[in-house]
């Protein structure tokens, strides 16, 4: 089992350096990138609510400057479930933290960045059980800093930090995070060592815009000697990763979506197309159980067969 996996088995955290100040703390939901250095702390990702408490205690022993800023790749609960604490750790135009150090200023507030479509979503208002409307999530976990489909950019640390965001992957607001002087590349949910991409096609994603995401990656990441090492990437979940790792997973992506393609192109139904296993030689690879790989081909299935 990946050593990520295993932290987020035994609800204990791990952090694990990457490269130059950037390091990857599993174990709390989605795997969270940490950017340190003198100018404060840039977290990419919140993991879950639950674990927002320790993710925070783990950060504050490594580094004790202030928290800056928080990019957020998607809007899944495992990777924005930490927003809230991180605002009130960080403080925000709500929720103000004095500081006291001489030639600071009086108070500093975190910024949240995220595509505008997480934004829309958790803002949107649902009846509650009593009937009144209420947002999906609180005001203090949004994006306090949102874009669209141009890159987002800001320089922290020394270095120059690039998020892409990438149109209808597994959903319409995921976003890559490039730290260019550390070459990192975390992925959020476009690509991980532990399973199939969650797809989300009611919040418009798609297995092709997957894919594109995928070949981003590829066109960020150079290798190293003998295709190993040089630029590294953070998984949305599982270990940390090279240029090989993203192609591996880009091809077997690639194969499924053509066999799925090839059946749809002769008129099998959905049925049909479950039936043949699509997935068979790639389900034990990445540890899928039938019934989610399943659940993947039937999404495969209708993201090629939908209406555009």
């Not at 874009?147 to 270095?159: R, T």
């Not at 990192?184 to 991980?192: A, N």
């Not at 991409?197 to 594109?212: A, N, T």
């Not at 979940?237 to 992506?253: F, K, N, Q, T």
Request: overall charge negative; glycine content about 10%.
């Amino acid at each position: 089992m990946a050593e990520s996996a295993l932290a987020q088995k035994n609800d204990t955290l791990e952090v694990l350096p990457v490269q130059s100040n950037v390091y990857m703390l599993a174990g709390a939901g989605g795997n969270i990138t940490l950017e340190l250095g003198d100018s404060g702390v840039l977290v990419v990702d919140t993991g879950t609510a639950a674990l927002s408490g320790k993710v925070i205690a783990e950060i504050r022993k490594l580094s004790k400057k202030p928290l800056r800023y928080v990019i957020n790749t998607n809007v899944q609960d495992d990777h924005t479930g930490g927003n809230e604490a991180f605002s009130v750790e960080g403080g925000t135009s709500t929720v103000v933290n004095i500081v006291n150090t001489p030639g600071a200023s009086a108070s500093q507030a975190v910024k949240i960045l995220g595509h505008e479509g997480i934004l829309d979503r958790m803002s949107a208002s649902i009846k509650g059980e009593t009937g009144s409307a209420k947002t999906v999530r609180p005001s203090l976990a949004w994006p306090t800093d949102t874009f669209f489909d141009d890159p987002k950019e800001l320089y922290f640390n020394g270095e120059s930090v690039e998020i892409l965001h990438q149109q209808a992957a597994n959903t319409d607001g995921d976003s890559l995070v490039h730290f260019r002087r550390s070459d990192v590349v975390s992925t959020g949910d476009i690509f991980m060592t532990t399973g199939y991409p969650p797809i989300d096609l009611q919040r418009g994603g798609s297995i092709q815009g997957v894919l594109d995401g995928l070949n981003h990656i590829l066109d960020l990441t150079i290798p190293a000697h003998h295709e190993e090492g040089g630029t590294m990437v953070i998984p949305g979940h599982g270990r940390i990763c090279d240029e090989a790792d993203v192609m591996e997973y880009r091809d077997m992506l690639t194969i499924i979506r053509d066999r799925v393609r090839a059946m749809v192109d002769k008129g099998m139904t959905l049925a049909q197309v479950k039936a043949s296993r699509p997935t068979m030689d790639y389900d034990g690879l990445y540890d899928v159980a039938a019934p989610d790989a399943d659940q993947f081909v039937e999404t495969v299935y209708k993201s090629l067969t939908r209406k555009q």
